[in-house]
């Protein structure tokens, strides 16, 4: 028990230090940044049509498309897919 609390007692004192821009030793991870505008034009898909796709709010894309907003997490994820294999996506959704 004491291993799995010095871990967490570890991770969570790394996480801290990251968040207020120390060093820290731990492995982070983040996907590249995207152009969301270039990637939906390059599949000539309008607003409308890449929301669809993507199962997001139009207003959702507008926000990406002005730089008001930067796609996070998961969908960050899939827009660097989306990117680098535009074909297989778009058949996977349909």
């Known amino acids: 028990m004491t ?8 991770g ?4 801290i230090d990251f968040t207020e821009g120390k060093k820290v030793e731990a492995k982070i991870h ?3 940044e995207v152009n969301v505008v270039e990637i939906r034009r390059n599949l000539g898909l309008t ?3 890449f929301a669809s ?3 997001i709010s139009v207003s959702t894309l507008r926000h990406w498309e002005r730089g008001d907003r930067n796609p996070q997490g998961p969908a960050l994820a899939l827009l ?3 990117a ?5 996506v778009m058949r996977a959704l349909g």
């Not at 291993?3 to 570890?10: D, W």
């Not at 680098?84 to 297989?88: M, R, S």
Request: charged share 25%; with cysteine; hydrophobic share 40%.
């Open 3 to 10: 291993n799995a609390f010095n871990s967490i007692a570890q």
């Open 12 to 15: 969570l004192q790394e996480a």
């Open 30 to 32: 983040r996907a590249p």
């Open 47 to 49: 607003q409308m049509e």
């Open 53 to 55: 796709k993507l199962c």
């Open 80 to 82: 660097n897919v989306v």
């Open 84 to 88: 680098k294999e535009p074909k297989a």
